[in-house]
Nanobody, 115 residues
């Protein structure tokens, strides 16, 4: 059974940086296109960034130029480097494969951007 374990969130001031990690257990992540999503309080879960099996990336307009997604297939992990963080980036961040149906969601990692 697949399990997604996200980590790296926390409280950061505006303009700061965080690096999120997602470890995939029970599947070989290199076989899949992967993505990061986020869900702010009271809002739907939105796609933030994605990376395909060849390492090609794509980003939501709101984070383009500030966030960078990467993967380490040896560690079965996906990362999200977040720079120049803004208060509107505050959300719970999740990773998942770009498949349908998706794997069961992990617990996510909370990111709070506040002074």
């Amino acid at each position: 059974q697949v399990q997604l374990v996200e980590s790296g969130g926390g409280l950061v001031q505006p303009g700061g940086s965080l690096r999120l990690s997602c470890v995939v257990r029970g599947r070989i992540s290199s076989y899949y296109d992967m993505a990061w999503y986020r869900q702010a309080p009271g809002k739907q879960r939105d796609l933030v960034a994605q990376i395909n099996r060849d390492g090609i990336t794509n980003y939501a307009d709101l984070v383009k130029g500030r966030f960078s997604i990467s993967r380490d297939n040896m560690k079965n992990a996906v990362y999200l480097q977040m720079n120049s963080l803004k208060p509107e980036d505050t959300a719970v961040y999740y990773c998942n494969a770009r498949i349908s149906p998706m794997w069961p969601w992990g617990q996510g990692t909370h990111v709070t951007v506040s002074s």
